[in-house]
T-cell receptor
Framework: GAVVSQHPSWVICKSGTSVKIECRSL??????MFWYRQFPKQSLMLMAT?????????EQGVEKDKFLINHASLTLSTLTVTSAHPEDSSFYIC??????????????FGPGTRLTVL | GQQLNQSPQSMFIQEGEDVSMNCTSS?????WLWYKQDPGEGPVLLIA?????ELTSNGRLTAQFGITRKDSFLNISASIPSDVGIYFC???????????FGKGTLLTVNP
C-alpha cells in the first residue's frame, strides 16, 4: 500500500512554455499532498502543501503564480510550472500522507519528475 | 526554522561492513523518519519512529529515537552493494507539522 505515482517522469520544454506534473495516490485517499523541489546533491525543499478542495499553502519565497497547484480530488494533485525558464529546471517530487498509517504522519513520495527547460 | 544536522555527509565502505549515521537537532522532534533515495528516484520510507527511546528494525536496518528527542541514528548491518544511495533523516517538531529534512548521507559500498 501507500503508493504515490507521478507523471511524467521527465520532461523537456522550451523556455516560456508551461508544464503540468501530476501526482496521484494509487491506493489511498490523500487530503494533503506536498510538493518538493530538489537540486543536484541537495536535500528536498518543500515548495507547497496541497489541500484537497482548498487553496495550496506556499512556502516563503515560492511564487504561487509561477507554480500553480490544484488538488481537485482526493487522489490527484497537479503542479503547473508556468512560463518556465532554465532556472526552473530541477527534480520535482510530490508526497502524500497515508491516512491509515501510524499517527498519519508518514509521508510517501512519488518517483519524481525531472524538468529540463531549454 | 527547525534544522536537522545529519552526519556524516558521505561514507565509503566495504561490502559486509556495518554503517551508522545520525541526525541531531537543537530543538525537540516528535517524530523521526528515515528515507533512502536512489539516483533519479523519490525517497523511500525505511523506518518511522514515534516515541523517545524507541528502537525499530527493518531487516538489516535499525533506527533509534533518542531519549532527549533531539537526535536519531540509523544503523545498517552487513552492507551490500544495493545499499548504495542517499539516506535522509526527517522529522516533525513542535506544532509545525511540516517535515524537516536533513542534508543526507551519501553511502557508497565497494564490492
Amino acid at each position: 500500500g501507500a503508493v504515490v505515482s507521478q507523471h511524467p517522469s521527465w520532461v523537456i520544454c522550451k523556455s516560456g512554455t508551461s508544464v503540468k506534473i501530476e501526482c496521484r495516490s494509487l491506493d489511498f485517499q490523500a487530503t494533503t499532498m506536498f510538493w518538493y523541489r530538489q537540486f543536484p546533491k541537495q536535500s528536498l525543499m518543500l515548495m507547497a502543501t496541497s489541500n484537497e478542495g482548498s487553496k495550496a499553502t506556499y512556502e516563503q519565497g515560492v511564487e504561487k503564480d509561477k507554480f500553480l497547484i490544484n488538488h481537485a480530488s482526493l487522489t490527484l494533485s497537479t503542479l503547473t510550472v508556468t512560463s518556465a525558464h532554465p532556472e526552473d529546471s530541477s527534480f520535482y517530487i510530490c508526497s502524500a500522507r497515508e491516512p491509515l498509517a501510524a499517527q498519519q504522519l508518514e509521508q510517501f513520495f512519488g518517483p519524481g519528475t525531472r524538468l529540463t527547460v531549454l | 526554522g527547525q534544522q536537522l544536522n545529519q552526519s556524516p555527509q558521505s561514507m565509503f565502505i566495504q561490502e559486509g561492513e556495518d554503517v551508522s549515521m545520525n541526525c541531531t537537532s537543537s530543538s525537540i522532534f516528535n517524530t523521526w523518519l528515515w528515507y533512502k533515495q536512489d539516483p533519479g528516484e523519490g525517497p523511500v520510507l525505511l523506518i518511522a519512529l514515534y516515541k523517545a527511546g524507541e528502537l525499530t528494525s527493518n531487516g538489516r536496518l535499525t533506527a533509534q529515537f533518542g531519549i532527549t528527542r533531539k537526535d536519531s541514528f540509523l544503523n545498517i548491518s552487513a552492507s551490500i552493494p544495493s545499499d548504495v544511495g542517499i539516506y535522509f533523516c526527517a522529522g516533525y517538531g513542535g506544532s509545525n507539522y511540516k517535515l524537516t529534512f536533513g542534508k543526507g548521507t551519501l553511502l557508497t559500498v565497494n564490492p
